[in-house]
């Protein structure tokens, strides 16, 4: 069981589907290249890119639960993006994806973007696997 390739499957399908990114933004789960179809061995990257990239998981501090931090990174080529309205547009359209997706776990509503993301996780992970919570965790620069 990888928990980490799991989550990172499960993020890149969330905002896939319900992020309006645009059509040339390629969308990485680090672990799961094969996923990505503009992936190619010899060719290794493309731009715009939403990179996602998940830690295995950490212990809590009651022993009880574990944790794993999950990183969204917008990257857009310099050259290509010399005034960054790219990757604002990017940042905006990730930023208001993964709002809605905390906004429906505090309210406890499952809406399209939770319900996908916990079909996902469930579908790889079985049912023993408990989702609980999301949380923001601190904010990594461009």
Request: aromatic letters at 8%.
């Amino acid at each position: 069981m990888n928990v980490p390739r799991t989550i990172e499957t499960a993020m890149a399908a969330v905002l896939r589907e319900h992020a309006e990114l645009g059509i040339d933004v390629v969308i990485r789960a680090w672990q799961s290249l094969a996923s990505d179809g503009s992936w190619n061995k010899n060719k290794d990257r493309k731009f715009p890119c939403v990179d996602i990239r998940c830690s295995p998981p950490s212990i809590m501090d009651g022993q009880c639960q574990s944790y794993a931090e999950c990183h969204i990174l917008c990257a857009t080529k310099s050259d290509d993006d010399k005034d960054h309205e790219t990757i604002s547009a990017l940042y905006g359209e990730v930023q208001a994806c993964v709002d809605r997706l905390f906004s429906q776990f505090r309210k406890r509503t499952d809406g399209a973007e939770l319900s996908k993301l916990k079909s996902d996780l469930a579908a790889d992970l079985g049912a023993d696997f408990e989702f609980s919570a999301l949380l923001y965790g601190e904010p990594i620069a461009p």
